[in-house]
């Protein structure tokens, strides 16, 4: 039986990563969720049965969650990056940080 990591045994790497993981988890379950509510599979899935490209119905809603969840985790991580902070040899023009 594995056992969690405290979070104070965690890097900041690892915390941000954590962080960035998690946030763009919920946020594709609710563009996922908000999606097929307004899409419905059933034609997607008829178009795509006989190449046996999407068998089912959930087969599709996996695919789309994945989907969202790439999307949410690159722009997530796009944020982070954003959000960091400078490193102290960081110029801006001539100046110096």
Same mark, same amino acid.
């Given at each position: 039986?594995?056992?969690?990591? !405290?979070?104070?045994? #965690?890097?900041?790497? /690892? =915390? *941000? %990563? *954590?962080?960035? &993981? %998690?946030?763009? $988890? #919920?946020?594709?379950? #609710?563009? &996922?969720? +908000?999606?097929?509510? $307004? +899409? @419905?599979?059933?034609?997607? +899935?008829? *178009? *795509?049965?006989?190449?046996?490209?999407?068998?089912? =119905?959930?087969? #599709?809603?996996? +695919? /789309?969650?994945? $989907?969202? %969840?790439?999307?949410?985790? &690159?722009?997530?991580?796009?944020?982070? %990056?954003?959000?960091?902070? !400078?490193? @102290? @040899? &960081?110029?801006? /023009?001539?100046?110096?940080?």
């Amino acid at each position: 039986m594995s056992q969690a990591v !405290p979070a104070e045994n #965690l890097s900041a790497r /690892g =915390r *941000l %990563w *954590l962080t960035v &993981t %998690w946030a763009s $988890f #919920l946020t594709a379950s #609710l563009a &996922t969720m +908000v999606f097929f509510a $307004f +899409v @419905d599979p059933t034609p997607i +899935v008829a *178009l *795509l049965t006989p190449t046996a490209a999407i068998p089912t =119905r959930t087969a #599709l809603y996996s +695919v /789309g969650f994945f $989907f969202f %969840w790439a999307i949410c985790a &690159t722009a997530a991580s796009l944020t982070a %990056w954003l959000m960091s902070a !400078p490193s @102290d @040899d &960081t110029t801006i /023009g001539n100046e110096r940080r």
